[in-house]
T-cell receptor, first 114, second 112 residues
Framework: NAGVTQTPKFQVLKTGQSMTLQCAQD?????MSWYRQDPGMGLRLIHY???????DQGEVPNGYNVSRSTTEDFPLRLLSAAPSQTSVYFC?????????????FGPGTRLLVL | EDQVTQSPEALRLQEGESSSLNCSYT??????LFWYRQDPGKGPEFLFT???AGEEKEKERLKATLTKKESFLHITAPKPEDSATYLC?????????????FGTGTRLQVTL
């Protein structure tokens, strides 16, 4: 199992450009989430999904869109990048229900918006 | 609103010098508390889940404990390879546990 994979590892954007951060998992996990990590702020939840076709907002959703057409993939879209979106982005996945909801994280995408 | 506070922000230990990291939490109903380790440039790596006060879990030189207000990560006789940032997180009292609230972490450096 590859676990949770993310691409690209690093990206530089200009203000106003759009891009999609890719996330995939091969563990057949129902739940998937996107977090951003900024110095001194900790990990903050952007969007999450409890299954294919179902998504919801987290703590900091503005400027980001998500969709979940398959169990395996959960892409994060930046519609018009802003310097405030410079951050490290992590995707995570977990099984659904009960106590087995430990989230497993991908390696991250480092994004710089100029 | 759920809150998680970790202390100290940074900790420097000599090899073999045991210590503890603290994670204080405020949540209306605790469903679990997660500990993660994060190496520079990597994603968080799961260590432990604690579900109720009094519970303890161990892994090599690490032992996590839980009370009704806080959790401790005890590091016994640390080695340089234990150097990392340690994060704790709690899920909301209701709804999916995918919505974790994280602390800002404790950056641990273990020197020879």
């Amino acid at each position: 199992n590859a676990g949770v994979t993310q691409t690209p590892k690093f990206q530089v954007l200009k203000t106003g450009q759009s891009m999609t951060l890719q996330c995939a998992q091969d563990m057949n996990h129902e739940y998937m989430s996107w977090y951003r990590q900024d110095p001194g702020m900790g990990l903050r939840l952007i969007h999450y999904s409890v299954g294919a076709g179902i998504t919801d907002q987290g703590e900091v959703p503005n400027g980001y869109n998500v969709s979940r057409s398959t169990t395996e993939d959960f892409p994060l879209r930046l519609l018009s990048a802003a310097p405030s979106q410079t951050s490290v982005y992590f995707c995570a996945s977990s099984l659904a229900g009960g106590r087995e909801e430990t989230q497993y994280f991908g390696p991250g995408t480092r994004l710089l918006v100029l | 609103e759920d809150q998680v506070t970790q202390s100290p922000e940074a900790l420097r230990l000599q090899e073999g010098e045991s210590s503890s990291l603290n994670c204080s939490y405020t949540v209306s109903g605790l469903r679990g508390l997660f500990w993660y380790r994060q190496d520079p440039g990597k994603g968080p790596e799961f260590l432990f889940t604690l579900y109720s006060a009094g519970e303890e879990k161990e892994k090599e030189r690490l032992k996590a404990t839980l009370t009704k207000k806080e959790s401790f990560l005890h590091i016994t006789a640390p080695k340089p390879e234990d150097s990392a940032t340690y994060l704790c997180a709690v899920p909301p009292s209701t709804g999916t546990a995918s919505k974790l609230t994280f602390g800002t972490g404790t950056r641990l450096q273990v020197t020879l």
